[in-house]
């Protein structure tokens, strides 16, 4: 369903598992930035009623995962912390195309928010199936459903407000280029991406 071109290193939820508390506040703002993402796509279009109906329970949804991973965090006694660069998202962010129309721009934005979502559907799948903590199983059992759901949202906006035929072929160019991004990157096992 996902479609990503390279898949995770199925060791990495183990490395993860060992980094539990770098990777919790990781994804702590992970979860903030999602929240913030489709703040700011509410913003940018009000005028696109299915885009704001669409997005708002998800605004929503994210920052119910923040407090729910921020719960995770202060039970066993991690410190937040400052917020690091995400090497992933800064990388993706590259690869947005400038100019065109509103929608195209629109499209661009909703596809890399998709991917995103994808990706982390993906490592909570490894978190879910791999890690000991039953109560983490569970929790990123949920949180990889509801990943999943986005992602099929923002595809869905994306094919919506801009030709479904060029939304399918730049997906197929951004699954390419996240696989180019991931082989370059270097490793970090205290990040969700």
């Known amino acids: 369903m996902l479609n990503l071109q390279l898949p995770t290193d199925p060791r990495w939820a183990n490395i993860a598992a060992m980094n539990l508390e770098d990777i919790l506040v990781d994804h702590a703002y992970c979860e903030q930035k999602a929240a913030s993402s ?3 796509l509410i ?3 009000p005028d696109l009623e299915r ?3 669409v997005l708002t329970p998800v605004v929503a949804e994210e920052w119910e995962h923040f407090e729910r991973v921020m719960k995770q965090i202060r039970k066993r006694g991690y410190q937040f912390g400052r917020p690091r660069k995400d090497a992933y998202v800064i990388k993706l962010s590259e ?6 129309g509103r929608m195209q721009q629109l499209s661009e934005f909703l596809l890399m928010n998709a991917l995103i979502e994808a990706r982390s559907c993906e490592r909570f799948k490894l978190l879910w199936k791999n890690i000991q903590d039953e109560e983490l199983q569970q929790f990123y059992y949920e949180l990889m459903v509801s990943e999943a759901g ?4 923002f595809i869905d906006l994306a094919k919506h ?3 479904p035929e060029k939304v399918s072929q730049r ?3 951004w699954l390419v280029y996240e696989a180019w991004v991931l082989k370059e990157m270097e490793f970090r096992p205290d990040r969700m991406h």
Not at 95 to 100: A, E, T
Not at 150 to 153: A, E, I, M
């Open 38 to 40: 489709c703040i700011s």
């Open 43 to 45: 913003v940018r279009y």
């Open 51 to 53: 885009l704001v109906d």
């Open 95 to 100: 690869f947005v195309q400038k100019g065109g």
């Open 150 to 153: 986005h992602y099929v949202n």
């Open 161 to 163: 407000y801009y030709d």
């Open 171 to 173: 997906w197929k160019e």
